[in-house]
């Protein structure tokens, strides 16, 4: 009888993209606690316990790691995303949910590692390109999602991503503020204001879904 117990070995495939998952998750982890300025390909390395050839092997660059470590980040942060909203169901005020999960990831380091990188990148114009790129396919999950849960609310796709558009522009803007000022009620009372506002926008005879 087989020893089902026994593990088959991983392929070299399978072996290099785990050492890829690591090396990005360990530049995140850091980007976010220290900030990019202060990340340093040795101690991405170091702290993804890989030894810096291997790092090299697998990104050449600093470029090339910040690069793919954005981009996981998005990725990452769109599939929650989807995650989150796809259970929600009729009753559960869905746009109070959505809208307090995204406010809840933008505080969770997502901003900061996104205004790191397009601080960096601004004044490169090819860094800047591969930035505007990864940011709109983010967007696009984000307006994806969006579409989904408030079309039941009856109104106009065009209604819909002013709204969208206005909320993220106000959730940029309070996480940004939130890098200096700690003030949980002052956000909260805005996000709640928006809604009030959206909830007579979005939905038709003012009926909270």
């Known amino acids: 009888m087989m020893d089902v117990s026994v593990k088959p070995k991983r392929t070299q495939a399978e072996r290099s993209a785990a050492t890829q998952d690591k090396i990005l998750h360990a530049a995140l982890a850091l980007v976010a606690e220290r900030g990019l300025a202060h990340t340093s390909t040795q101690d991405i390395a170091r702290h993804a316990k ?14 090339a790691l910040i690069q793919a470590a954005y981009a996981l980040m998005l990725k990452e942060e769109a599939e929650r995303l989807r995650d989150f909203a796809r259970p929600l169901k009729a009753g559960q005020n869905r746009l109070k949910a959505l809208t307090g999960y995204i406010w809840e990831r933008y505080q969770s380091g997502i901003f900061q590692v996104t205004m790191d990188y397009i601080s960096e990148a601004r004044v490169n114009e090819a860094e800047l390109a591969y930035v505007s790129v990864e940011s709109q396919k983010f967007n696009d999950s984000l307006n994806d999602v969006w579409h989904v849960e408030l079309a039941a609310f009856g109104c106009d796709a065009q209604t819909r991503q002013a709204m969208m558009n206005e909320f993220m522009c106000l959730v940029r803007g309070m996480a940004f503020q939130s890098q200096w000022r700690r003030d949980p009620e002052y956000f909260n009372n805005m996000l709640e204001n928006w809604l009030l506002r959206a909830q007579s926008v979005l939905i038709p005879n003012n009926i909270c879904e």
């Open 50 to 63: 890989v030894s810096r050839g291997a790092m090299l092997h697998h990104f050449p660059t600093r470029a």
